[in-house]
């Protein structure tokens, strides 16, 4: 089993919900010929019809329209689940940042680096004294 990092890059398309997306991408690299149980977010940036983010401590999603731009995109992914939080930035300059909710969709691209993490597994455990799924890292 190969233990160095390996890179993988998503062009996502206008209207891609970026959760959605690398979900289904997780989701797929699980059951690949090599598969993928951990990866991480290296770099992303593009653009967002609309943003959907739910803030520290919030119970849901804040809606944010756009076109904003997608300034970083930070997480870890898995067979259990994903874990992100972005950073957009409106027409003005203003900057919001929180965990990644559906509803975060492409306006003209999205352009995310991945760092494959073969050593690795990483899983989602409910954790009691959060209330959340928590990240379980492994070494494979």
Not at 74 to 93: E, F, I, N, Q, R
Request: overall charge negative; charged content about 20%; hydrophobic content about 45%.
């Amino acid at each position: 089993m190969a233990t160095e990092l390996r890179v993988e890059v998503l062009r996502l398309a206008p209207g891609d919900d970026l959760r959605t997306a690398l979900q289904r991408w997780a989701d797929q690299a699980a059951h690949a010929a090599e598969p993928v149980h951990a990866a991480c977010v290296l770099s992303a940036v593009g653009s967002l019809t609309r943003a959907m983010l739910r803030y520290a401590d919030a119970p849901t999603g804040t809606r944010i329209d756009g076109p904003l731009e997608l300034l970083g995109l930070a997480g870890t992914l898995g067979p259990g689940g994903l874990h992100l939080h972005a950073s957009v930035a409106d027409a003005k300059g203003q900057v919001l940042g929180g965990h990644v909710m559906p509803g975060c969709n492409v306006r003209t691209t999205a352009e995310i680096v991945l760092g494959l993490l073969p050593a690795h597994q990483f899983d989602r455990v409910a954790d009691p004294a959060t209330g959340y799924l928590e990240l379980l890292a492994q070494r494979r």
